[in-house]
């Protein structure tokens, strides 16, 4: 198989599919039977194999499948649909969060996909084929994609909320200046999840809505159950947001409450202690007329004085209710 094209297959319509290489792939492509091909769009040969395999596709459709950022969207022209999908990073040493894009072509006797980096989505979908569950129709290949794609996001939007159900715990056990950055963290993930998520689910909801011919009314029902889990998705992770945010603020004050009360303790020692460095100070001026010079108790004295002192201002203090 051409380095380009990463899987190709053709289906029987009666839930088997065999895999197709070389000329067979060409030829497929252009029978009235249904086939799947799945392009690397980072390749060099695949504009030109589109171009040449599937010329009949308008030119903004071949550069929407070939662009280097995408957005979830669903465009239709005449019985086929551009739909761009996102599905979660499930890549090794990936964040979840930095979606991959599955940009689509789809028609009633052709599957044209491509990628820019794997997306596990796919692969589900070649291992339903080799366990001859491969889909009947194109309308059952885009339910079954669409399908694959919200069930490989949902552990980890569950992972999410967790971990803001955790992060609340420990704000009301113990806050800690620490937790800022995890709070930050997951308030991210879940502005980027959105990002993608919200237009994905319009996407969805326009193509369950569409009049062709490869989708029936099992198949739109199957997309408006998909629509209602990425609805709840969106839902979900607008409250994570919302909650982080809050935890966020819950976390700031605190803090502001415990450095306050920490100023109030000073604050209160200052007060007391002003009088006593007044009198110590007035008291330890280098000039003639100190009283008490001469008079060996004088230190006693003055020491009980200032004594004396600290528990009077206690007591108006506690009395003024300053603690």
């Known amino acids: 198989m051409s380095t380009h094209i990463l899987l190709a ?11 197709l290489t070389g000329e067979a792939i060409s030829k ?13 769009a980072d390749h060099p040969d695949t504009r030109k194999w589109l171009e040449e395999e599937v010329s009949y596709l308008d030119t903004f459709i071949t550069e929407a499948l070939l662009a280097d950022e995408t957005r979830p969207r669903m465009t239709q022209l005449n019985d086929g649909v551009l739909l761009i999908l996102r ?3 499930l890549n090794e040493n990936a964040d979840p969060e930095d979606m991959v894009s599955i940009r689509l072509w789809i028609d009633e006797n052709r599957i044209i996909s491509v990628r820019r980096r794997k997306l596990r989505a796919i692969l589900d979908i070649e291992e339903k084929i080799k366990s001859s569950k491969a889909p009947k129709n194109a309308g059952d290949f885009a339910c079954m994609l ?3 794609l919200f069930e490989r996001m949902e552990p980890v939007l569950t992972t999410l909320d967790e971990s803001t159900d955790n992060i609340e715990e420990k704000i009301l056990e113990n806050a800690d200046t620490n937790l800022r950055e995890t709070i930050i963290n997951i308030r991210k993930k879940a502005i980027m999840f959105r990002r993608y998520m919200a237009p994905q689910k ?14 029936n009314e099992t198949h739109k029902r199957s997309l408006y159950e998909s629509h209602n889990r990425i609805t709840r998705y969106v839902e979900d992770l607008d409250a994570i947001r919302e909650r982080a945010q809050i935890v966020k603020d819950e976390l700031a004050n605190i803090l502001a409450d415990r450095l306050n009360k920490n100023m109030y303790v000073l604050s209160v020692i200052a007060a007391i202690f002003l009088p006593l460095g007044f009198l110590t100070g007035l008291l330890g001026i280098n000039v003639g007329g100190i009283p008490g010079t001469d008079d060996p108790n004088a230190f006693y004295l003055f020491s009980s004085i200032l004594i004396f002192l600290v528990v009077a201002q206690v007591v108006i203090f506690k009395k003024l209710k300053w603690f």
């Open 28 to 40: 497929e492509i252009k029978s009235h039977n249904l086939a799947w091909v799945h392009l690397d």
């Open 146 to 148: 669409v399908a694959r």
């Open 87 to 89: 599905g979660v990073n």
């Open 9 to 19: 297959y053709g289906f029987d319509g009666k839930g088997h599919g065999r895999q």
């Open 202 to 215: 319009d996407a969805i909801g326009q193509l369950r809505m569409l009049d062709v011919s490869w989708l």
